[in-house]
T-cell receptor, first 113, second 117 residues
Framework: AQSVTQLDSHVSVSEGTPVLLRCNYS??????LFWYVQHPNKGLQLLLK??????LVKGINGFEAEFKKSETSFHLTKPSAHMSDAAEYFC???????????FGAGTTVTVRA | SAVISQKPSRDICQRGTSLTIQCQVD?????MFWYRQQPGQSLTLIAT?????????ESGFVIDKFPISRPNLTFSTLTVSNMSPEDSSIYLC??????????????FGPGTRLTVL
């Protein structure tokens, strides 16, 4: 079965500094991987997705993630954090040919002024 | 992309009662799902809502507790039956397509925040 592990439950950064959210996956098949963001009292929004094309994936709001098969990782980065990036971030895996999603535990990002 | 709305957005209910949550998608979709997000937790898949047939439930979830309907390709309901305080959660509907430019993506509704007293 596929699963994801988000290595940090909470990340705190200063505004303007880089953000790194770590995610490792486990899958017996070639997975599709996603990062979703959830702002307080808002719905989930897709940041980016990896579906076996380019290993470096660019998403919305300046986020990007790199799929590394050798490390089974899909870490999310942003070069410069903004106050509006404060939210909950979920790494998600979907097994190929299966539409069910498995969510990581989530990483809470706080941004200090 | 698909736009998903849910009703109600939130509710406070008494234990032993039932609540039906509605999910409406603005376009025809292949798949619809229901998730639960307990306080401070991640999302857990409850079931896949199948159009015109019984839903497919994940381990730990049963039809008697969470009956689901999906009468057409754009609408689904989830009922939380005989509620207890442990059912207090956010319930989210999602939808996706098996083809087209948004293949592999799931879009999520804003969620229904349920509190059971």
């Amino acid at each position: 079965a596929q699963s994801v592990t988000q290595l940090d439950s909470h990340v705190s950064v200063s505004e303007g500094t880089p953000v790194l959210l770590r995610c490792n996956y486990s899958s017996s098949y070639s997975p599709s991987l996603f990062w979703y963001v959830q702002h307080p009292n808002k719905g989930l929004q897709l940041l980016l997705k990896y579906t076996s094309a380019a290993t470096l994936v660019k998403g919305i709001n300046g986020f990007e993630a790199e799929f590394k098969k050798s490390e089974t990782s899909f870490h999310l980065t942003k070069p410069s954090a903004h106050m509006s990036d404060a939210a909950e971030y979920f790494c998600v895996v979907r097994k190929t040919n299966d539409y069910k999603l498995s969510f990581g535990a989530g990483t809470t990002v706080t941004v200090r002024a | 992309s698909a736009v998903i709305s849910q009703k109600p957005s939130r509710d406070i209910c008494q234990r032993g009662t039932s609540l039906t949550i509605q999910c409406q998608v603005d376009s025809q979709v292949t798949m619809m799902f229901w998730y639960r997000q307990q306080p401070g937790q991640s999302l857990t898949l409850i079931a896949t809502a199948n159009q015109g047939s019984e839903a497919t439930y994940e381990s730990g979830f049963v039809i008697d507790k969470f009956p689901i309907s999906r009468p057409n390709l754009t609408f689904s309901t989830l009922t939380v039956s005989n509620m207890s305080p442990e059912d207090s959660s956010i319930y989210l509907c999602s939808a996706g397509t098996s083809g087209g430019p948004n293949i592999n993506e799931q879009f999520f509704g804003p969620g229904t925040r349920l509190t059971v007293l």
